[in-house]
């Protein structure tokens, strides 16, 4: 679906490249995720797979089309949604979605069954400027889709959600893999990444420092060792203890044989943490209610 090699790109008037060497295979009907602080260059990445910045170096094909030469079948086939939503104030939601359809002449999906999914269904008569930023967030998700689009590009899909609304929108894009669309995922929230994403690529400072799955990551940095919490003295005490040889360690036999045992179990890395042990940085969420 997506092939990009030795791609470099530099802004016009900065002396550095902000992309550096990015090569990335990207399969159909899988979700893969950009992983990443704010200015690490994901959305660099994403205007230059959409064809909005073409004068890089490299070789990008998306949808087997070279993207500095997309045409309008390209477009056809794509579906994007912006980290900062735009939309006509004075219209109704059904009014945006209806008008941005308008300027295909692809099969629409369903509007207000879309609008059900992301749990918009009682705003199909309301004006956007009524709007919180969520529902314009799940809006922007919505319009991505509108047009049955075989490739998706989502830009921070859940930054003002809610916890309720993250998993509704979650589930919606999951159905939407599962009828055989491509999805990249743009994003800081690793929790987000980890649920939904079958790969992951860490980019910092305009580098892809690693690619893999979440499960595959988890399992290689993985401490492989075990909490155990309990009471010492009155007071609760955690210890932790390697999972190799544990029948044979002698401490942890004690603390078993005593009577304060509170919980035991096993220590699991979030991507999160890999994210900052592989490439020295850490992720700020942004995110708010």
Known sequence: MIQVENLFYTYPGNSSPTIKDINVSINEGEIFGFLGPSGAGKSTIQKILIGVLKDFQG????????????????????????ETPNFYQKFTALENLEFFAGFYNNTRLNLEDLLRKVALENTVNIRVSNFSKGMKMRLNIVRAFLHNPDLIILDEPTSGLDPVNVKKVQKFILE???????????????????TLCDRVAFVVEGEIKLIDSPKNLKEAFSRKEIAVLHKEE???????????????????????????????HTVERTLEDIFVEVTGRALHDRETD
């Open 176 to 194: 939407q893999k599962a009828r055989g669309k491509t999805i990249i995922l743009n994003t800081h929230n690793m929790n987000v990444a980890e």
């Open 234 to 264: 009155g007071k609760e005490n955690i210890e932790y203890f390697q999972l190799k040889l544990l029948g044979q360690n002698k401490r942890f036999q004690q603390i078993l044989k005593g009577d304060e045992l509170i919980k035991i």
């Open 59 to 82: 070789n990008v094909k998306v949808l087997n089309q070279d993207v500095s030469k997309a045409s309008s079948k390209f477009y056809r086939q794509l579906g994007v949604a912006f």
